[in-house]
T-cell receptor, first 110, second 113 residues
Framework: SQKIEQNSEALNIQEGKTATLTCNCT??????LQWYRQDPGRGPVFLLL?????KEKRKERLKVTFDTTLKQSLFHITASQPADSATYLC?????????FGKGTKLSVKP | DGGITQSPKYLFRKEGQNVTLSCEQN?????MYWYRQDPGQGLRLIYY???????QKGDIAEGYSVSREKKESFPLTVTSAQKNPTAFYLC????????????FGPGTRLTVL
């Protein structure tokens, strides 16, 4: 079955370091990938979108890459801050509907 | 103040009772979605609607029902047939543009006692 897999359930890093989260597409070649941030007890909030013909997208301290050969997306947060602590969801889409991964819970320690 | 609202935030029901979760949006979005989220799990699609008076089953539609009589509203009914209804329910909407992002409501946490 088609899956979006985020292999790390949790990631702990020190403030100021770069956080790198991984998203793999299994039996699935989405036309685009989206990344969302979710805080506890709240709905996800959209961060970035990358299409299959794009290598990299940036927004402030965020960067996302998409390797369509590996079917893998990497999501980077540079100069991480404790306020970046949250769960980050990867979602793949082709016709409007999205398939979500389980998310990676990022903890940034001061 | 545009957005998508869900009510109530917390909902408690006795086993065997049907319950309806509200979802309203004033973003003029055509498509609306219902997801279920369990601890440590990703979002699983229950139902979606691309246009008024039309909706489609998602991956886990059994035990749920929806209606889309108005563009702004997409209520979800959790029926007594749903075997494990306790979960966090999220409603989302988006425009017709296929790659457009989904905008999520704040969620409703349903607990069945």
């Amino acid at each position: 079955s088609q899956k979006i897999e985020q292999n790390s359930e949790a990631l702990n890093i020190q403030e100021g370091k770069t956080a790198t989260l991984t998203c793999n597409c299994t039996n699935y070649s989405p036309a685009y990938l989206q990344w969302y941030r979710q805080d506890p007890g709240r709905g996800p909030v959209f961060l970035l979108l990358i299409r299959e013909n794009e290598k990299e997208k940036r927004k402030e301290r965020l960067k996302v890459t998409f390797d369509t050969t590996l079917k893998q997306s990497l999501f980077h947060i540079t100069a991480s801050q404790p306020a970046d602590s949250a769960t980050y969801l990867c979602a793949g889409g082709s016709q409007g509907n999205l398939i979500f991964g389980k998310g990676t819970k990022l903890s940034v320690k001061p | 103040d545009g957005g998508i609202t869900q009510s109530p935030k917390y909902l408690f029901r006795k086993e065997g009772q049907n319950v309806t979760l509200s979802c309203e949006q004033n973003l003029n979005h055509d498509a609306m979605y219902w997801y279920r989220q369990d601890p440590g799990q990703g979002l699983r699609l229950i139902y979606y609607s691309q246009i008024v008076n039309d909706f489609q089953k998602g991956d886990i539609a059994e035990g749920y029902s929806v209606s889309r009589e108005k563009k702004e509203s997409f209520p979800l009914t959790v029926t007594s047939a749903q075997k494990n209804p306790t979960a966090f329910y999220l409603c989302a909407s988006r425009t017709r543009q296929i790659t457009d992002t989904q905008y999520f409501g704040p969620g409703t946490r349903l607990t069945v006692l």
